[in-house]
């Protein structure tokens, strides 16, 4: 109905503005109209050229171009006389009666037309509403490939959390003899890529019961009240399909805020779509076995009405996985390909912290397109490292040619980084050191974790940010310049001294006051600031700039009095390009570079090394061409 009323007040509004249109032209160029005595007078007086006979009407034209109409007794009589003047006639038809029949016509079949089409798209968008929750159903053993918790991984207590939710949905009965009721909604809240849309089909899989998915954009149109209609459709029909589970994915869509005060256009549709929504959760029975999961990675952004009890009163959290949980990830993903078989999957875990279950899936695909495309007929642990570089800092830069300048330069940055990282206490082991260009990088020095880490202390941020510092200290002791290649090295450190005093409390001037509050979000949108004084901010300026200078005066002085090391590395990576654990822990503990870096003597054979067997002199001197770069 709303639509016919909606196309017939746009086919009038057409027709006034048509019809205005052709009255304003008309008035335009209406002809003066003269009596029949003034019309007589003429002529008598200013003989006409031309006299236009239209019925009763006649239009008389001068030589002039003076035009004017006037009505006439006896048409007959005036013909005469015109015809005794030698005044030329013309005779036309009236057709005005005619031409005002056609257009009330085709403006009733314009009408009738319009109201077909309207019924018609009216019929057309109530069978697209029949058919919108049908066309999200999936039914149990309907042909796809059943997901169930063993598909899912990483998660332990996500899925301690809905197993309730599964024994309800398979045996109700066992909740209500005692008075238990299940959660109505339960709220999937955490990162991209973490496997919450996973979860929701494996709870759906487990209980073996009808599952609707939707998107929170599916509910989103352009006109007003759509979304309130299939909202009110899709419970319709679940409690048909019961014990059945409705998912809505990305829920922040249509489950917005509505605090932001008047609104208007489409978001007066999201709101009417939220209100549909509290109200079709509300009216569940008790004896309704319908559970509704949404997912989300805005939940700071939500109506505080979706999280009240009786609604989505049970937020579940899906943080990246830990490093067991990695391992699990890669298990399951890893029996899709061929793996190595002595490939240690807990090496691989180490590599990756931080990976999402989603990041995790690609990081497999990634090494075995590497794997096969390199001939081989398994995935081998150098195959993983190539695929994390590639996510992690983009594709080799094979083409990009640097000079030799700018390749020592480089190579003094990134040994500037690796001594540093090895000489603090409490950093990070180095993983790799390499000078290739990847993706925006020019090189890179990686840094793993032993174990994953829960929180930092003052000791490990200073060291991080000492580190950061590394590279540019090597660069200014080297060659007593600094260059733009330092520039993400004093974001990065800048932005962990910024929080150390900002956040963190980490700072005696400042003392234990938060002056930035993070968002309650999962996509890292940043944080507000606090409203401060002038002094206030100042005294944090200063203590962040107290803060870096420390950290990178401890790093040239650290550099300084190991520079014959920086230089020896630096030359090693000019020839090698790339370092890994192994290599780079030789160099740093083989006895020759402890006695050439305290001026004991400038050669070293490694036979009397305690690391002879692998020393990578020794590996240089076998291969007959790097003893010159290490020496």
Same mark, same amino acid.
Request: hydrophobic share 40%.
């Given at each position: 109905?709303?639509?016919?009323?909606?196309?017939?007040?746009?086919?009038?509004?057409?027709?006034?503005?048509?019809?205005?249109?052709?009255?304003?032209?008309? /008035? %335009? &160029?209406?002809?003066?109209?003269?009596?029949?005595?003034?019309?007589?007078? *003429?002529?008598?007086? &200013?003989?006409?050229?031309?006299?236009?006979?239209?019925?009763?009407?006649?239009?008389?034209?001068?030589?002039?171009?003076?035009?004017?109409?006037?009505?006439?007794?006896?048409?007959?009589?005036?013909?005469?006389?015109?015809?005794?003047?030698?005044?030329?006639?013309?005779?036309?038809?009236?057709?005005?009666?005619?031409?005002?029949?056609?257009?009330?016509?085709?403006? #009733?079949?314009?009408?009738?037309?319009?109201?077909?089409?309207?019924?018609?798209?009216?019929?057309?968008?109530?069978?697209?509403?029949?058919?919108?929750?049908? @066309?999200?159903?999936?039914?149990?053993?309907?042909?796809?490939?059943?997901?169930?918790?063993?598909?899912?991984?990483?998660?332990?207590?996500?899925?301690?959390?809905?197993?309730?939710?599964?024994?309800?949905?398979?045996?109700? @009965?066992?909740?209500?003899?005692?008075?238990?009721?299940? $959660?109505?909604?339960?709220? /999937?809240?955490?990162?991209?890529?973490?496997?919450?849309?996973?979860?929701?089909?494996?709870?759906?899989?487990?209980?073996?019961? $009808?599952? +609707?998915?939707?998107?929170?954009?599916?509910?989103?149109?352009?006109?007003?009240?759509?979304?309130?209609?299939?909202?009110?459709?899709?419970?319709?029909?679940?409690?048909?399909?019961?014990? *059945?589970?409705?998912?809505?994915?990305?829920?922040?869509?249509?489950?917005?805020?509505?605090?932001?005060?008047?609104?208007?256009?489409?978001? @007066?549709?999201?709101?009417?779509?939220?209100?549909?929504?509290?109200?079709?959760?509300?009216?569940?029975?008790?004896?309704?076995?319908?559970?509704?999961?949404?997912?989300?990675?805005?939940?700071?952004?939500?109506?505080?009405?979706?999280?009240?009890?009786?609604?989505?009163?049970?937020?579940?959290?899906?943080?990246?996985?830990?490093?067991?949980?990695?391992?699990?990830?890669?298990?399951?993903?890893?029996?899709?390909?061929? #793996?190595?078989?002595?490939?240690?999957?807990?090496?691989?875990?180490?590599?990756?912290?931080?990976?999402?279950?989603?990041?995790?899936?690609?990081?497999?695909?990634?090494?075995?397109?590497?794997?096969?495309?390199?001939?081989?007929?398994?995935?081998?642990?150098?195959?993983?490292?190539?695929?994390?570089?590639?996510?992690?800092?983009?594709?080799?830069?094979?083409?990009?040619?640097?000079?030799?300048?700018?390749?020592?330069?480089?190579?003094?940055?990134?040994?500037? &980084?690796?001594?540093?990282?090895?000489?603090?206490?409490?950093?990070?082991?180095?993983?790799?050191?390499?000078?290739?260009?990847?993706?925006?990088? /020019?090189?890179?020095?990686?840094?793993?974790?032993?174990?994953?880490?829960?929180? +930092?202390? +003052?000791? +490990?941020?200073?060291?991080?940010?000492?580190? /950061?510092?590394?590279?540019?200290?090597?660069?200014?002791?080297?060659?007593?310049?600094?260059?733009?290649?330092?520039?993400?090295?004093?974001?990065?450190?800048?932005?962990?001294?910024?929080?150390?005093?900002?956040?963190?409390?980490?700072?005696?001037?400042?003392?234990?006051?938060?002056?930035?509050?993070?968002?309650?979000?999962?996509?890292?949108?940043?944080?507000?600031?606090?409203?401060?004084?002038?002094?206030?901010?100042?005294?944090? @300026?200063? %203590?962040?700039?107290?803060?870096?200078?420390?950290?990178?005066?401890?790093?040239?002085?650290?550099?300084?009095?190991?520079?014959?090391?920086?230089?020896?590395?630096?030359?090693?990576?000019?020839?090698?390009?790339?370092?890994?654990?192994?290599?780079? %822990?030789?160099?740093?503990? *083989?006895?020759?570079?402890?006695?050439?870096?305290?001026?004991?003597?400038?050669?070293?054979?490694?036979?009397?090394?305690?690391?002879?067997?692998? *020393?990578?002199?020794?590996?240089?001197?076998?291969?007959?061409?790097?003893?010159?770069?290490?020496?």
């Amino acid at each position: 109905m709303a639509i016919l009323i909606r196309n017939l007040f746009v086919f009038f509004l057409f027709s006034i503005l048509v019809g205005g249109g052709y009255g304003l032209w008309m /008035l %335009e &160029h209406k002809l003066r109209m003269v009596t029949y005595s003034e019309f007589r007078h *003429c002529l008598t007086n &200013h003989h006409p050229v031309s006299i236009t006979f239209i019925g009763n009407k006649v239009i008389a034209e001068h030589k002039a171009g003076d035009k004017y109409q006037t009505s006439v007794p006896s048409p007959e009589k005036l013909i005469s006389e015109l015809q005794e003047k030698n005044i030329q006639i013309i005779f036309k038809k009236d057709r005005s009666e005619q031409i005002l029949q056609g257009i009330v016509l085709a403006y #009733l079949v314009l009408l009738l037309l319009t109201i077909i089409v309207s019924l018609s798209k009216k019929k057309k968008q109530e069978e697209e509403e029949s058919r919108f929750a049908s @066309d999200k159903l999936i039914l149990p053993g309907s042909g796809e490939k059943q997901i169930t918790f063993d598909n899912v991984a990483g998660i332990p207590e996500a899925l301690e959390e809905v197993q309730e939710i599964v024994d309800f949905l398979k045996n109700p @009965d066992q909740f209500s003899q005692i008075g238990a009721v299940s $959660p109505k909604g339960i709220l /999937l809240q955490g990162p991209p890529g973490t496997g919450k849309t996973l979860l929701a089909k494996a709870i759906a899989g487990e209980a073996e019961v $009808p599952f +609707y998915s939707f998107s929170g954009s599916d509910f989103v149109e352009m006109f007003v009240g759509v979304g309130a209609s299939r909202v009110r459709d899709i419970f319709k029909e679940a409690k048909t399909n019961a014990p *059945c589970i409705i998912f809505i994915d990305e829920i922040d869509a249509v489950g917005g805020s509505r605090v932001s005060g008047g609104a208007a256009g489409g978001q @007066d549709e999201r709101s009417q779509t939220l209100n549909a929504l509290l109200v079709e959760m509300d009216g569940f029975a008790t004896t309704d076995t319908i559970v509704v999961l949404a997912a989300t990675n805005r939940p700071d952004i939500l109506d505080l009405a979706l999280s009240r009890p009786g609604r989505f009163d049970r937020q579940v959290n899906i943080l990246p996985p830990d490093l067991k949980g990695r391992v699990k990830i890669l298990q399951v993903h890893g029996a899709k390909v061929a #793996l190595e078989p002595k490939l240690d999957l807990k090496q691989i875990a180490l590599m990756v912290p931080g990976f999402s279950g989603a990041e995790i899936a690609n990081l497999v695909n990634e090494a075995a397109l590497m794997a096969a495309r390199a001939g081989k007929k398994s995935v081998e642990l150098v195959h993983f490292e190539l695929a994390r570089d590639r996510i992690l800092m983009g594709v080799e830069r094979k083409g990009m040619l640097l000079s030799e300048n700018d390749r020592l330069v480089l190579a003094f940055h990134e040994a500037g &980084h690796a001594i540093i990282a090895r000489s603090l206490p409490d950093a990070d082991p180095v993983h790799k050191v390499t000078i290739i260009p990847r993706g925006m990088a /020019l090189g890179q020095t990686q840094q793993l974790s032993i174990n994953d880490r829960s929180s +930092y202390c +003052y000791g +490990y941020l200073k060291s991080r940010i000492t580190t /950061l510092m590394g590279g540019r200290a090597a660069e200014f002791i080297a060659f007593e310049q600094r260059t733009t290649g330092a520039q993400g090295d004093i974001v990065q450190a800048t932005e962990i001294a910024t929080n150390m005093v900002c956040k963190w409390g980490m700072s005696d001037m400042v003392g234990p006051q938060a002056m930035v509050i993070d968002s309650g979000g999962f996509l890292g949108g940043g944080g507000q600031r606090v409203e401060m004084s002038h002094s206030t901010a100042e005294a944090i @300026d200063k %203590e962040i700039k107290r803060l870096l200078t420390e950290c990178n005066d401890e790093a040239v002085t650290i550099l300084k009095e190991k520079f014959f090391l920086l230089k020896q590395l630096a030359n090693i990576l000019l020839e090698v390009e790339t370092l890994d654990q192994e290599d780079f %822990e030789i160099i740093m503990t *083989c006895h020759f570079t402890e006695m050439i870096a305290a001026g004991i003597q400038e050669t070293h054979e490694c036979t009397t090394c305690p690391a002879a067997d692998s *020393c990578v002199h020794s590996k240089a001197k076998k291969s007959g061409g790097k003893a010159n770069a290490i020496l």
